[in-house]
């Protein structure tokens, strides 16, 4: 069965702070995302990687970094976080080449509250 | 600049009627299109996608339909239930399998028993 996993469900931390959000996927998926979603707003992308140690900018990635070292986990990384970035950050991956078609599954979610 | 839109927030539905949710977009590059369905303090789930080169897709009670000219989509689900209560999200790609999505803002579907 397929499995997108989240270190944390919930998590809260103070402005300024360092954030890492984990992320591991046990599909052998070479893509994965990272999007956040506010409402009114739907989820946006904030960086995707669609292989090991690369990585692409998404729709919002400012304030972001992301790494993946191994093809199963992608970290996001907020480097100091703020009030703006309380958010519900969720993980995704998928298979396939850019000229494959597949769905993204998600991962449950992580609600980041910064005070 | 949205280039996927969800128009209706919110829908009510009787149970047992179709549900009737819509999408619009304003990107031509866009090829393949899905929907997803969301449960509060969960992550999305595929339900269902078409690529531009189909104008309907079925599984079960779900059915997507494309008008490609209109740029235009629209899930219909028959017969509604209430498991069906949930916040429906529009997505597209123009890049397949390796990029990201752009999603919609979502709409809120309530099923009335």
């Known amino acids: 069965d397929v499995k997108v996993t989240q270190s944390s469900r919930y998590l809260v931390k103070r402005t300024g702070e360092k954030v890492f959000l984990e992320c591991v996927q046990d599909m052998d998926h070479e893509n994965m995302f990272w999007y956040r979603q506010d409402p009114g707003l739907g989820l946006r992308l904030i960086y995707f990687?669609?292989?090991?140690?690369?990585?692409e900018k998404g729709d919002i990635p400012e304030g972001y970094s992301v790494s993946r070292e191994k093809k199963e986990r992608f970290s996001l990384i907020l480097e100091s976080a703020s009030t703006n970035q309380t958010s519900m950050y969720l993980c995704?991956?998928?298979?396939?080449?850019?000229?494959?078609?597949?769905?993204?599954?998600f991962g449950p979610g992580t609600r980041l509250t910064v005070l | 600049d949205q280039q996927v839109k969800q128009n209706s927030p919110s829908l009510s539905v009787q149970e047992g009627r179709i549900s009737i949710l819509n999408c619009d977009y304003t990107?031509?590059?866009?090829?393949?299109f899905l929907w997803y369905k969301k449960y509060p303090a969960e992550g999305p789930t595929f339900l269902i996608s078409?690529?531009?080169?189909?104008d309907k897709n079925e599984d079960g009670r779900f059915t997507v339909f494309l008008n490609k000219s209109a740029k235009h989509l629209s899930l219909h689900i028959v017969p509604s239930q209430p498991g069906d209560s949930a916040v429906y999200f529009c997505?597209?790609?123009?890049?397949?399998?390796?990029?990201?999505?752009?999603f919609g803002k979502g709409t809120h579907l309530i099923i009335q028993p």
């Open positions: 990107n031509s590059m866009f090829d393949y």
């Open positions: 997505a597209a790609s123009d890049g397949g399998g390796a990029d990201g999505l752009t």
């Open positions: 078409i690529s531009s080169i189909k």
């Open positions: 995704a991956s998928s298979s396939g080449s850019k000229s494959s078609y597949n769905e993204q599954f």
């Open positions: 990687s669609y292989d090991v140690k690369m990585k």
